[in-house]
């Protein structure tokens, strides 16, 4: 597919190129490290509702699931459970932290390949798991995976691709953690009858590691990387590969100036927090992440089978219905690869927010009314309508929140700042991930349906953020990102001496 010289939306840049076989082979391949987070995600939430699980490593939590006439609510709420879930995230903000400091200095790619190397050692430790200590190890080493390949995946994309499809193809990273959680989602329900089950789930884990970890040997490293330690000639070849067109000039000296000003930033997390014109892309990158995970969107991921076994389905039905809600985000997530670069982010961001709010609203409504504390729930009808009602809400996270939460902050910050500015997003994910993992389950215990209500709330404030403060990104080019947006938005300009 020749694209030419592109149009960019807003005027001025244009940049000549095509999309290039290798920019897509290269961006699905680093994508593949969405897999990896999906896997994982998906994986958590089922085998924490294993019976065989939980007796192996958490037999008080299988007695009081058991347990006749035990609160709906509350029959999941174990911290330790809970840490389970969420020690990977704290793990994963501190590789992240490293990511930002390594990825600079030695490149995307080399940190891309740690990445799988490190996923993949977790996955042995958790296979061949005895006790609880290593079921956390092997956690943590998911968590140096994750934290690694968050930084470092998206920033790639961003970096290789041309501005006219950049959101489309950032997308491959969240459409691979869309199928990396319903590929896991088949697995538990497989594996959930087995002798030891959990074992094959969290190994599983390997066969995405070894996917990016061969992958990554084919990979180009990205100009912008190359350029800024030096390495124009090897640069310029790249761009003429990813680009398929020799005369790669004006992108070249885009890239080199760019990397002028960064190469002379040596503390890019004092540039970062100090200097005023750094303020509008940390501010709204940061909170895209935060509210991200506001939108609820891991109670459902990971607690799926664990909410629906409390509105009374019995194991299997539950594992389907997840299979069921992961099928459909993976699908609503195609369709934002495909609209994403015509109907730009700001509309995506809004839609989605208001259908989540509207659906948690009306589950919360049938929760209260229909769950009570004790005993099964009220109306047979009530556990499908919330299903369909789940898929509704997942279906607008997946074209929205979901990949727009990790695309814009990678495509806003200048690239002295980039790595570091874009740590502060995948820092903030893993800290609401952790805080909505490790409290979720004791939060449903206290505040029952009322927690539905709450992230309703949480949607309505995010609309109206992404209404007001965050500027439409859509096909800029991201090293005139200041010039063609920040500088001209009504309450960010403020920030840039004018000159
Ligand atoms: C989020 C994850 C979430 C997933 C669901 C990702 O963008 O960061 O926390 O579980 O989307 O598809």
């Known amino acids: 597919m020749a694209v030419g010289v592109m149009d960019i939306e807003g005027g001025g840049a244009s940049l000549p190129g095509k999309t290039t076989f290798q920019v897509v082979m290269c961006s699905i391949i680093a994508a593949v490290g969405g897999l990896m987070f999906g896997y994982d995600i998906g ?9 065989t699980f939980l007796l192996d490593f958490f037999p008080h939590v299988y007695e009081k699931k058991h347990r006749v006439h035990e609160n709906n609510y509350c029959k999941f709420d174990d911290q330790l459970l809970q840490l389970f879930t969420s020690s990977l995230y704290l793990a994963g903000i501190f590789a992240s932290f490293a990511a930002s400091f390594l990825c600079r200095r030695f490149g995307r790619k080399p940190i891309i390949m740690s990445a799988s190397i490190f996923f993949l050692l977790g996955a042995i430790l958790n296979y061949f798991a005895r006790d609880l200590g290593m079921l956390i190890g092997g956690r943590i080493l998911l968590g140096f995976g994750i934290g690694f390949g968050n930084q470092t995946v998206p920033l790639f994309i961003s970096e290789i ?9 950032n997308i491959a990273f969240q459409l691979l953690i869309t199928i990396g959680i319903l590929a896991a989602s088949f697995v538990n329900y497989l594996t959930s009858t087995m002798k030891n089950g959990w074992r094959y789930s969290l190994g599983g884990a390997a066969v995405p590691a070894l996917i990016l970890l061969i992958g990554s040997f084919f990979i180009h490293e990205t100009p912008a990387s190359l350029i800024e330690r030096g390495k124009d000639e090897e640069g310029k070849k790249v761009l003429r590969k990813i680009r398929g067109i020799d005369n790669i000039e004006l992108e070249f000296n885009e890239i080199k100036r760019a990397t002028e000003i960064s190469n002379k930033v ?18 709204c ?30 194991n299997n039905a539950s594992l389907v219905s997840t299979v069921v809600t992961n099928g459909v985000n993976a699908l609503a997530t195609v369709f934002a690869v495909i609209m994403v670069d015509r109907l730009g982010r700001k509309f995506f961001l809004v ?23 004790v005993g099964p729930i009220t109306s047979h009808a009530v556990p499908l309508i919330v299903l369909i009602l789940i898929c509704i809400y997942v279906s607008g996270f997946a074209w929205s929140w979901g990949p727009l939460g990790w695309l814009i902050p990678s495509e806003i910050y200048q690239l002295e700042v980039r790595t570091s500015g874009y740590f502060c997003a995948v820092a903030m994910n893993m800290v609401c991930t952790f805080v909505i993992g490790q409290f979720f389950l004791s939060a449903l215990c206290r505040f029952r349906s009322g927690l539905f209500f709450f992230f309703a709330v949480m949607n309505v404030i995010m609309g109206l953020f992404a209404i007001f403060f965050l500027p439409e990104t ?10 063609q947006r920040w500088k001209k938005h009504w309450h960010w300009k403020k920030y840039f001496k004018q000159n």
């Open 161 to 169: 691709a041309p501005p006219r499809i950049r959101g489309g193809l």
């Open 474 to 483: 859509r096909g800029v080019p991201i090293e005139d990102m200041a010039e």
């Open 266 to 283: 040596k503390t890019p997390f004092k540039e970062l927090f100090t200097k005023s014109e750094n303020r509008p892309p940390l501010v």
């Open 351 to 373: 839609e989605g927010a208001t259908q989540m709010m509207a659906t948690q609203i009306t589950i919360g409504a049938l929760l209260l009314k229909y769950l009570h504390l």
């Open 43 to 51: 994986i958590s939430g089922g085998v924490t509702s294993m019976d």
């Open 285 to 314: 990158g940061t909170l895209l992440q935060f509210f991200q995970q506001f939108t609820g969107i891991n109670v459902v991921m990971f607690y799926a089978p664990v909410l629906f076994q409390t509105m009374g389905s019995g």
